[in-house]
């Protein structure tokens, strides 16, 4: 074994939650050993060698043997922490040790240049802790075994965090996002980007992969992708003019490119860009066509709910400038529709009746029913247009939105159990657990816990006696218009709910919140976020 193992290797000597009252100071001291403290709820400040920093909710603290430590709970709440105790020491070759933790060990050498850093993907590392505490609670020789493992691997974890938050430069990242904005139809050498951040090529590539997502070759190709489907939707260029202006010189690589990012050939895309498309449907199935890039020439508005001119909700207002607002809430007529003159007609059975002569005056009418999730309705309308991997990516962007959501509320949804509710004039609709993209939302997606007397599909009407008899912890009230809550506010058996003594009843303003689409889905992830995530006092 090397000396560069022995030095990385580390033993836990204990883990333990500790809790302080809100007020609560820690008198100097110094640490015998090695210490990795993590924040799980709350904030304070810590002195550490007479520096001192603020610390809250996510936030890791390293001290190595003989530093000097004081700390002070803020007085709004208490302070909850974990607290490991480790210490250094060699392994000899012969240690089976060695052969099971070798990949960990490579990568745990922590520093003490950053004693402070924030956690990225807080409810990993708290499940990590989780687990760790609950292994080595047992005292046998194979749960002493796997303890030190799972304490290798939270080592792991908490050095790649902190490698990430020790590399400068996002104002450099951002100076050179704004060099390839600027300039991504001239020939670009992406290896020259990181003297102009002024860091090392690999330092310079995590940091920008960390800021955008992408490399910064996948980044200069987005760019150059987006202003060509721009320009091949106006039906002005050729597919070689095209790929010139957007910095291709070889037509046939541009072309080729094109078709394994799109899904289909410059040319196609060009021909379906110039289709009118007309959306007739009960969900905002222009969300879908939106994301990939098809803008439709009519789609559904609900005037009368939305605050928006359009009818639109908020997040589709500004998108859908330009297409005609097709009033939902009354009867649809087909020869309103037909009158536009459209490509295509991508409909849904809004009014329970089949197809009639008048819808199938159209070149192309796409027909389809209810699925039960956002991404079956975005993979079917993608196969209609022949954008398949354009809305892979999409899915993908958006379970990387709903799983980083899930680890920012992580300090909320593992709070009790929870009950959503719609009021609807004297109606209470109770939603269940499973059968609907808004259930599917909060809890399968963002963690929320629901009251595990909850178990029916979709919602129930009329839920009120059946939401007396559950008297839930907390409740979320969706889609539900001030006046009903504030006649429901009214009602003594509403204010004898546990939920609404304890002060557990959360009421956003979620009118324009819509899970059925990508972009809904995003805007009702963010505000939802923001929304309890302030409610907690974390905002």
Request: charge should be neutral.
């Amino acid at each position: 074994m090397s000396a560069h193992h022995k030095k990385m290797s580390h033993f836990l000597i204990s883990v333990k939650k500790h809790t302080w009252s809100a007020g609560f100071r820690l008198r100097s001291r110094r640490v015998p050993t090695h210490v990795l403290c993590y924040v799980a709820e709350g904030c304070g400040t810590v002195t550490i060698n007479d520096k001192t920093g603020e610390i809250s909710l996510g936030t890791a603290v390293l001290l190595t043997p003989g530093m000097r430590i004081e700390a002070l709970a803020t007085e709004k709440a208490p302070l909850v922490f974990y607290v490991l105790s480790y210490v250094e020491a060699a392994l000899q070759p012969t240690n089976q040790v060695v052969e099971i933790t070798k990949n960990a060990l490579h990568t745990a050498d922590l520093r003490t240049d950053s004693i402070t850093f924030p956690i990225s993907l807080p409810a990993t590392l708290l499940s990590k802790l989780e687990e760790l505490a609950a292994t080595i609670s047992n005292q046998d020789y194979a749960a002493v075994l796997h303890g030190q493992l799972l304490f290798y691997e939270l080592v792991s974890f908490v050095h790649t965090e902190q490698l990430q938050h020790g590399e400068k430069g996002t104002g450099s990242v951002e100076a050179t996002l704004a060099y390839m904005q600027k300039n991504y139809r001239e020939p670009l050498d992406v290896g020259f980007l990181p003297r102009i951040a002024q860091m090392t090529p690999s330092s310079y590539c995590r940091a920008f992969k960390r800021a955008t997502g992408m490399t910064p070759s996948e980044y200069l190709t987005h760019l150059r992708m987006k202003q060509a489907k721009e320009l091949l939707a106006s039906s002005q260029y050729s597919v070689k003019d095209v790929a010139r202006s957007v910095g291709f010189s070889d037509e046939l690589y541009f072309s080729r490119l094109f078709k394994k990012r799109e899904g289909l050939p410059p040319y196609i895309y060009m021909k379906q860009a110039g289709q009118r498309v007309a959306v007739v449907s009960k969900l905002f199935l222009q969300d879908h066509l939106l994301a990939m890039g098809i803008q439709p020439i009519v789609a559904p508005s609900f005037p009368n709910y939305y605050t928006t001119k359009s009818g639109f909700p908020q997040h589709l207002h500004h998108r859908l400038r330009g297409t005609k607002a097709l009033n939902a809430e009354q009867t649809i007529d087909p020869q309103e529709i037909m009158s536009l003159s459209p490509d295509v007609i991508v409909r849904m059975n809004v009014q329970g009746r089949e197809d009639t002569d008048e819808w199938k005056q159209t070149p192309q009418t796409l027909l389809f029913n209810d699925y039960l999730h956002w991404y079956e309705y975005q993979m079917h309308i993608a196969t209609m247009f022949h954008k398949e991997s354009v809305a892979e990516g999409i899915i993908q962007h958006i379970d990387t939105v709903e799983k980083q959501a899930k680890d920012a509320l992580s300090s909320v949804t593992r709070k009790g159990r929870w009950t959503i509710l719609r009021v609807l004039g004297d109606e209470v609709r109770m939603y269940g657990v499973y059968g609907h993209a808004l259930t599917d939302l909060f809890y399968h997606k963002l963690g929320f816990q629901p009251d595990p007397r909850v178990t029916h599909a979709s919602y129930r009407a009329d839920a009120f006696s059946e939401l007396l008899a559950l008297d839930p912890e907390r409740i979320i009230l969706i889609w539900s218009e001030k006046s009903h809550v504030t006649a429901l506010e009214q009602n003594p058996l509403w204010r004898g709910l546990r939920a609404v003594q304890e002060n557990q009843v959360y009421y956003p303003d979620s009118r324009d919140w819509d899970p059925w689409g990508p972009l809904g889905r995003e805007y009702m992830i963010q505000k939802s976020t923001s929304f309890f995530l302030q409610a907690a006092g974390h905002g």
